[in-house]
């Protein structure tokens, strides 16, 4: 599960992903001027070190972009390609924000959840009578089952992000979707795959080829 704090976060995440995503050519044009989310889902570092959320947005353009993200006490030893900028938690101090998809913990994770069917992890809001369970956003299931081996992945190497990102890892190609009004995959050997509100029928969000 996953541990919320009641916290300030300047700049706003929101903030961060409008800024960059203005900045990577592929989304400049398709973006516009204005983003809003639509949901969100997290996945759990085994560590308890690492924050892994996935963002599904919509722009001014009614696009619908998924961006993940990963959360860092430090930065991230040869992912600067990867670095969104930096944010101010009022709980937790600075956090260097990466795209996720240049983050072997996330990588790692995906694969994990693909692979043995697993889901989106609770969450929890601290407070001061304890944690309390917050209602999910968004909700995403892997397409596999649970005694499936999962290779372990402790690095990554990806290709520079476009309307999709495609990850190296544990011997797998996994394509992540960041344009879900695009291309959707015809084969695949496993898939992740989400609603949020106003969304029924399930969205392929990554897939392994």
Not at 138 to 157: K, R
Request: hydrophobic share 40%; aromatic share 8%.
């Amino acid at each position: 599960m996953a541990i919320l704090h009641q916290a300030t976060l300047t700049p706003s995440k929101l903030e961060v992903l409008s800024t960059y995503l203005a900045a990577v050519p592929s989304f400049a044009d398709l973006v516009g001027s204005e983003l809003t989310a639509l949901g969100s889902y997290r996945f759990d570092d085994p560590a308890n070190s690492v924050g892994i959320e996935t963002h599904i947005l919509t722009s001014s353009s009614e696009h619908i972009i998924q961006m993940p993200l990963t959360y860092r006490g430090a930065p991230l030893a040869g992912a600067e390609a990867w670095l969104l900028g930096t944010m101010e938690h009022s709980v937790l101090g600075r956090r260097w924000v990466y795209n996720a998809c240049g983050d072997p913990i996330y990588g790692a994770e995906l694969v994990r959840t693909m692979l043995t069917g697993g889901s989106q992890v609770g969450l929890f809001v601290e407070t001061a009578d304890g944690p309390v369970e917050r209602e999910p956003t968004t909700w995403v299931s892997g397409s596999g089952t649970p005694d499936t081996p999962v290779p372990v992945i402790d690095a990554v190497v990806s290709t520079q992000p476009g309307t999709y990102t495609t990850i190296h890892a544990g011997g797998l190609e996994v394509v992540v979707r960041h344009l879900l009004d695009g291309f959707a995959p015809d084969e695949a050997s496993a898939t992740l795959s989400g609603t949020w509100p106003d969304v029924d029928d399930p969205v392929v969000l990554a897939f392994i080829r």
